[in-house]
């Protein structure tokens, strides 16, 4: 008899010979098989020393197969957990990353009231995550998400009905803020912003199975950041808030960026987990 556990054991030292550090081999080898066998982590542990079901080996193999091929687990099981809600990804869009979640908490904390009506703008979108989070949290709350590529909007789409917000999220696909006329109380973004340069140094399952138009921001990262610092004011209510994500390093010229903007006066920048500058958080410019 082949117990499930057995297939589990092999897979994870199959994804560790294809270099996938042993943390996270162990992780997607469960994650592989709790999927195929439409089970959660509780049911895993008490019942892995099932024999296999019938045609689990060929299925579960092809499931690790492509693990193996350093596709992200996430575009494998087709979902991902963001602010504890789950969104359906696909390879049109940006696997929804925990330090994101700064920008939602960060959010909440400058909008606590939850009844109360507010406009806000989700730029650069992709999988819709950021938009829907706070459609969930605010429920009075509408919502804009904004992205260049077709693809992705349909995911957002899905995942905006999937989690009961699609009639308060308006999708428009733009460049940037380049076809909305609306004012916001509150822009958000987590726009590209590796260095152009940078492509080749990044892992794997990044470099080569998450979309280039999601993560590279040209020369310098700051292609799309620039853009956005230069159009948030006018499409900011008076005393509206920008909050936007940046990558490592880029915490000064953003700093600079806003400094040199008359529309924007900069409020704060948070701290990842890790320690690492993240998040900016700017307001519209008093008119006097
Ligand atoms: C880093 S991903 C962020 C996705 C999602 N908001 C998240 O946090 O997981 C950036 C997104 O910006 C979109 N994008 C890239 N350039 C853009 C532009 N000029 N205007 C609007 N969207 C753009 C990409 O298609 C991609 O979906």
């Known amino acids: 008899m082949i117990t499930i556990h057995a297939h589990v054991a092999a897979a994870r030292q199959r994804l560790r010979a294809a270099g996938i550090p042993a943390d996270e081999a162990e992780i997607d080898a469960r994650v592989l098989a709790e999927h195929l066998l439409g089970w959660d982590a509780a049911r895993f542990f008490s019942s892995a020393n099932q024999e296999e079901p019938e045609g689990f080996a060929a299925d579960y193999e092809r499931l690790?197969?492509?693990r193996a091929a350093r596709e992200p687990v996430a575009y494998v099981v087709g979902r991902q957990e963001f602010w504890d809600l789950s969104f359906?990804?696909?390879?049109?869009?940006?696997?929804?990353?925990?330090?994101?979640?700064?920008?939602?908490?960060?959010?909440?904390?400058?909008?606590?009231d939850r009844v109360v009506e507010v406009t806000i703008a989700d730029v650069c979108t992709g999988s819709g995550c950021l938009a829907v989070a706070l459609a969930c949290e605010r429920?009075?709350?509408?919502?804009?998400?904004?992205?260049?590529?077709?693809?992705?909007?349909?995911?957002a789409r899905l995942n905006a009905?999937?989690?009961?917000?699609?009639?308060?999220?308006?999708?428009?696909?733009?460049?940037i803020l380049d076809r909305v006329t609306d004012c916001f109380d509150l822009i958000v973004a987590n726009p590209p912003y590796v260095p152009d340069g940078e492509r080749a140094s990044l892992q794997p399952e990044v470099r080569d199975h998450e979309p280039a138009l999601a993560l590279l921001g040209g020369v310098d990262g700051l292609t799309v950041v620039r853009r956005l610092v230069e159009q948030a004011p006018s499409r900011l209510n008076d005393r509206g808030v920008l909050i936007f994500e940046f990558g490592i390093a880029q915490v000064e010229p953003i700093a600079g960026l806003i400094?040199?903007?008359?529309?924007?006066t900069m409020i704060d920048v948070r701290r990842d987990l890790q320690g690492i500058p993240r998040t900016v958080i700017a307001r519209r410019t008093r008119v006097s």
């Open 139 to 155: 429920p009075q709350a509408r919502l804009t998400a904004i992205d260049i590529s077709g693809a992705a909007l349909d995911v």
């Open 161 to 175: 009905v999937r989690h009961g917000v699609g009639d308060r999220v308006h999708f428009v696909r733009a460049n």
């Open 88 to 112: 359906e990804v696909s390879p049109a869009v940006l696997i929804p990353r925990p330090e994101t979640e700064l920008i939602v908490e960060t959010s909440l904390e400058l909008f606590p």
């Open 64 to 66: 690790v197969a492509r």
């Open 259 to 264: 400094s040199a903007s008359e529309g924007l």
